[in-house]
């Protein structure tokens, strides 16, 4: 089974940085495009950025320009890299692979999507 796992989040004043990291576990064979989604308070969950199997990047409008996403694929981990924190940051932030395959046991290459992790919280507060 897959399990995402973030970490890096924390409290920092604004103007500030921060960088979440999400580690993937578990048996699998390709990654595909993952994303990094928030939630503030109140509000609904939006995409933040997004990183293709290629590395090409996409970027929310709020956080272009201060955001990078980055992936290693060795290490099986996708990175969020925030600069010139705004208190509008503040959120829930949460890892989801789009797209994985796998070999299951017969062995036959399987499909999964919409994998998330459990979420990192980031405050942005003086």
């Known amino acids: 089974q897959v399990q995402l796992v973030e970490s890096g989040g924390g409290t920092a004043e604004p103007g500030g940085s921060l960088r979440l990291s999400c580690a993937v576990s578990?048996?699998?064979?390709?990654?595909?495009?993952m994303s990094w989604y928030r939630q503030g308070p109140g509000k609904a969950r939006e995409l933040v950025a997004s990183?293709?199997?290629?590395?090409?990047?996409d970027y929310a409008d709020p956080v272009k320009g201060r955001f990078t996403n980055s992936r290693d694929d060795v290490k099986r981990s996708l990175y969020l890299q925030m600069n010139s924190l705004k208190p509008e940051d503040t959120a829930v932030y949460y890892c989801?692979?789009?797209?994985?395959?796998?070999?299951?046991?017969?062995?036959?290459?399987?499909?999964?999507?919409?994998?998330w992790g459990q979420g990192t919280q980031v405050t942005v507060s003086s």
């Open positions: 989801k692979i789009e797209k994985f395959t796998y070999w299951d046991s017969e062995p036959v290459l399987r499909t999964i999507t919409d994998t």
């Open positions: 990183i293709s199997l290629g590395c090409d990047t």
């Open positions: 578990g048996s699998l064979f390709r990654l595909y495009t």
